[in-house]
C-alpha cells in the first residue's frame, strides 16, 4: 500500500470548507461533515475505552472490529454516493446477536442507571452517549441528502451494546451501577442523614 498522506496540511480548508471523497467541496459545518465528526468523534471515544482495558480483555476484539466498522460509515459518509455502502445487514446483525448474547449474562433492569460505576464503564456511557448523538446527526442528514439507512441502524444497536458493555464493566471486581436516586428519595435520605447527625 502507498503513503496514503504526503503531506498533513492542504490549506484547502482554511476558507471553511472541506473536500469529499467525491472531489465536491463542502461547507465544514455542513451536515455530512457534522455526521462525520461525531462518527469519528465515537471511533476515538472508543480507542480511549479499549485502551482503559488489559490487552486480553474479552471485550477487545469487539470493540476493534466495531472500530472497523465506523471507519467504513465513515467512509459511507465521505463517499457521499447511494451506490457505495460499507454497512450491510451482516454487520446489523453481528451487534444484535452480541448484544442479545450479553444482556442475558446481566439482572434485569429495574431502575434507570446514571454513567459511573467505574472509569471504563463511564467512558462506555460517553461513548454510548456520543453514538447517540452521531445516530441523530445521521437522521437529520436522511432528510436532506443520501444516507446509508443501515448505518443509521447501525449506530442505533451500537449505542445499546455500548450500553449492555457499560452495565457489564460496572460489575467488574465486585463493583456495581450507580442507580438514580428521583430528588424526592434523596430529599429523604438527607433528612434521615440530618437526624441521625443530632
Known amino acids: 500500500m502507498g503513503n496514503r498522506l504526503t503531506r498533513l496540511y492542504t490549506r484547502t480548508g482554511d476558507k471553511g470548507t472541506t473536500?469529499?471523497?467525491?472531489?465536491?467541496?463542502?461547507?465544514?459545518?455542513?451536515?455530512?461533515?457534522?455526521?462525520?465528526?461525531?462518527?469519528?468523534?465515537?471511533?476515538?471515544?472508543?480507542?480511549?475505552?479499549?485502551?482503559?482495558?488489559?490487552?486480553?480483555?474479552?471485550?477487545?476484539?469487539d470493540l476493534m472490529q466495531i472500530q472497523n466498522d465506523l471507519f467504513d460509515l465513515g467512509g459511507e459518509?465521505?463517499?457521499?454516493?447511494?451506490?457505495?455502502?460499507?454497512?450491510?445487514?451482516?454487520?446489523?446483525?453481528?451487534?444484535?446477536?452480541?448484544v442479545d448474547h450479553l444482556n442475558?449474562?446481566?439482572?434485569?433492569?429495574?431502575?434507570?442507571?446514571?454513567?459511573?460505576?467505574?472509569?471504563?464503564?463511564?467512558?462506555?456511557h460517553l461513548a454510548r452517549s456520543v453514538c447517540r448523538r452521531a445516530e441523530r446527526r445521521m437522521v437529520e442528514l436522511a432528510g436532506k441528502d443520501t444516507v446509508?439507512?443501515?448505518?443509521?441502524?447501525y449506530l442505533n444497536r451500537l449505542s445499546d451494546l455500548?450500553?449492555?458493555?457499560?452495565?457489564?464493566?460496572?460489575?467488574?471486581?465486585?463493583?456495581?451501577?450507580?442507580?438514580w436516586r428521583p430528588r424526592q428519595a434523596r430529599k429523604t435520605d438527607n433528612q434521615e442523614t440530618d437526624s441521625d447527625d443530632v
Do not use: M, W
Not at 455530512?32 to 476515538?44: C, F, K, P, T
Not at 442475558?104 to 462506555?124: C, D, M, S, V
Not at 460489575?171 to 451501577?177: A, L, T
Open 162 to 179: 455500548l450500553f449492555v458493555y457499560a452495565r457489564i464493566l460496572a460489575r467488574r471486581n465486585d463493583g456495581n451501577e450507580v442507580l
Open 19 to 61: 473536500g469529499l471523497a467525491n472531489g465536491n467541496r463542502v461547507a465544514k459545518t455542513h451536515p455530512r461533515i457534522e455526521a462525520l465528526g461525531d462518527v469519528d468523534e465515537l471511533n476515538s471515544l472508543l480507542g480511549l475505552l479499549a485502551a482503559e482495558l488489559s490487552a486480553g480483555d474479552s471485550l477487545q476484539p
Open 77 to 98: 459518509l465521505a463517499v457521499a454516493d447511494a451506490q457505495y455502502t460499507a454497512i450491510d445487514a451482516a454487520c446489523l446483525e453481528t451487534l444484535e446477536e452480541k
Open 148 to 153: 446509508n439507512p443501515l448505518s443509521v441502524a
Open 104 to 124: 442475558e449474562t446481566l439482572p434485569p433492569l429495574k431502575e434507570f442507571i446514571l454513567p459511573g460505576g467505574n472509569r471504563a464503564a463511564a467512558q462506555a
